[in-house]
């Protein structure tokens, strides 16, 4: 994943977090382990590894590994992936 971008008006509403629940549930169902990196901008760099649990890879880079993966299916998307 590259960079996600949230219209003004949608921030606030958890629209980024279900993309993101998106994206991970995609991994976990290819049989990627829900792993994830992806680059974000400079500003939001600890708010993603803060709201989200992403880890840094990179001065720009987070990774989603498997748990923090569950996690964000699990919260955004009613529970619908287990381990």
Not at 31 to 37: A, C, Q, S, T
Not at 57 to 67: A, C, E, V, Y
Request: no cysteine.
């Amino acid at each position: 994943m590259w960079l996600i971008e949230i219209a003004k008006n949608y921030k606030g509403t958890g629209i980024a977090g279900t993309l993101l629940a998106y994206v991970a549930k995609d991994s976990l169902d290819a049989g990627f382990d829900g792993f994830i990196v992806f680059e974000t901008k400079t500003a939001l760099f600890r708010y993603y590894q803060e709201k989200y649990g992403e880890k840094p890879i990179s001065n720009r880079k987070l990774m989603f590994d498997t748990q923090a993966s569950l996690n964000l299916v699990n919260k955004y998307l009613g529970g619908t992936h287990n381990e």
